[in-house]
C-alpha cells in the first residue's frame, strides 16, 4: 500500500500533500540561500540603491546580485523604484510581504550569531576525525 506524504497545518490538522507541488518547499526554494537572506536583511532599514546593497555585501558578485533582486521582486519581496535622471537611478525596498519575512528570520540570524563557535567546532571535529 502507498501512502502519501503528510504534513500538519496550522491548526494542528493532518493534511496529505503532494511534494511537487507543496508551497512550503517552493517559498523555502525561493529564499533559502544565503544572498537572498543578505539582500533581504540589507534592505531592513530601509531603501538602497544597487550599488549600497552591492558595498553591504561585498563578496556578491553583480550578476548574481541582479539575480537575487529580480527573483525576490518577482516573488513580491520588494520593490524596484527607478528615477528617470542621468544615470537613471534604481532603489530597492522591502514590501510588507517582505518585511514580515524579515521579521522571521531576526530570530534565526541572532541563532546562528549565538551558536557560530559550537557549529565551528564540531566542523573542525568532523574534519579531524574524517580527514585523509
Not at 506524504?5 to 507541488?21: F, K, L, R, W
Not at 544615470?87 to 519575512?101: E, F, H, I, K, Q
Request: hydrophobic share 40%.
Amino acid at each position: 500500500m502507498v501512502t502519501k506524504p503528510t504534513t500538519h497545518n496550522s491548526a494542528g490538522e493532518t493534511i496529505e500533500y503532494d511534494p511537487q507541488i507543496c508551497p512550503v518547499r517552493h517559498v523555502l526554494d525561493g529564499i533559502g540561500d544565503k544572498w537572498t537572506i543578505l539582500v533581504l536583511t540589507g534592505l531592513k532599514t530601509g531603501s538602497m540603491r544597487f550599488s549600497e546593497l552591492r558595498r553591504a555585501i561585498p563578496d556578491v558578485s553583480q550578476r548574481m546580485l541582479t539575480v537575487t533582486l529580480r527573483k525576490l521582486e518577482r516573488d513580491g519581496f520588494l520593490t524596484r523604484t527607478v528615477t528617470p535622471t542621468v544615470p537613471a537611478r534604481v532603489d530597492y525596498a522591502l514590501t510588507d510581504l517582505g518585511g514580515s519575512l524579515v521579521e522571521h528570520l531576526a530570530p534565526l540570524a541572532a541563532w546562528a550569531l549565538d551558536h557560530r563557535d559550537p557549529i565551528a567546532k564540531a566542523r573542525a571535529l568532523y574534519d579531524d576525525e574524517n580527514a585523509g
